[in-house]
């Protein structure tokens, strides 16, 4: 065999025995299986994690996660059992070395930030932003972004069962934190779907919808079915992603009897009327799939569903060499027949300086794994650009490395450009995290104006009107 930078071998998925962990000694494989026992005990606060821990975490841990908690942290604890069991998977918490372990592991990294983890010369970007992406800007109705021409998002709820520590929503989801209050929706949950089933009616342009939020596995299920249901009876609605990274997360619901009864109906409806109908899931490390995930992945496709996806986000200390992403990438193959979709780079959201990476970074990444997966199973990397949308990161228009800014184009106008001639026409900047930059360029950034932090959402009565342009900030 001639010898490659990696050298793939089939693993064998693995559940971690979470009775390593002293709050769940006595746990029994019966509850373990339970989604209802799994979210009612989800690790919500210090406390919490102590009680499991059994002080098996050094003292140190649990004052870096307090701090972070108080001063940078733009989501809340929320962590599932199933994903915790996760973190640190090969170590008991009585082991010497488990803080450590615990302290390294990539999946603790995004769900359970502390404060030594982030960055303390550039935090956050002067340029980063709540809502990043400007979705709010773009909604037709109250949760409905139209930003592309022929596909919408649908924000259907604004919680999770878990809360991951990069979120890009973080302004609308979940609960409020020391530094960041959170958006709230103003219509109630009904009249919000109401209005978007009567948008996509009114706008045969959408073909395509995505189903998220929040995460769809929190909406309770009789009401997923009905909208989904109602978005197929839509003439021109052909495709319909569902996201959840609960599949992952809290496989248990994914394999409950109401949820795969419920998918059995969907499907069949969706074959009755041409309609695609997939799972879009949010898998970050290999560690994640495990044979309840696997299970899960492999029971909504025995429903009939098209296709079950991955949509993971690039992250520092998480999956940011190629043996990683490589390793993730054939474990949601080989086992969990699970596709690997995209890569997102991290949004520049508040406070996410120490997990994002640089355009370069990326490039590098995908250039990577290029010839190791079929190229039908070759995730694209994607840098998700404001005002723009996703592109592949070769896709740049212009690249200045020492700034760490990237300039874009489009071929599309969002909502908030349709009186805009020069849309088409201008380039668009993304930027890189400042840390990576050369000498010259860290000191371009910290020589200039300090930006103003970033606003709080506005209610919708005040969001920005159709038309608003993009202004641009790199000068």
Sequence with gaps: MIEQPYSYRHRELVEPDWRRLPGWADVTEEQWASAQWQRAHCVKSIRQLRQLMGGGLDERFYADLEQDQAVRATMSMLVPPQMLNTMAPLTAADEPGFTEAFYADPVRRYMIPVLSDRRADWPSHPLAAR??????????????????????????????????????????????TPVVSKHKFGLSRDDRLGAMIAYLRATPGVRDVVVSGGDVANLPWPRLEAFVTDLMSVASVRDIRLASKALMGLPQYWLSDEVRGGMERLAALAAQRDVSLAIHTHVNAAQSVTPLVARAAKAMLETG??????????????NDSVAALLDLCFALLDDAKIMPYYFYMCDMIPNSEHWRISLAQAQQLQHGIMGYLPGFATPRFICDVPYVGKRWVHQVQEYDRERGISYWTKNYRTGVESGDELALERTYEYYDPIDTLPEAGQAWWRSRPAAPPAPAVAMITDLPGIGAAPVSAAG
């Design 305 to 318: 569903i098209r296709d079950v996806r991955n949509q993971g986000v690039l992250l520092r200390g998480t």
């Design 131 to 176: 809502d990043s992406l400007h979705e709010q800007e773009m909604w037709a109705v109250e949760g409905l972004t139209h930003r592309y021409p022929t596909k919408v998002l649908a924000e259907v709820l604004p919680t999770c069962p878990q809360y991951c520590g990069h979120c890009t929503r973080m302004d609308l989801v979940g609960n409020p």
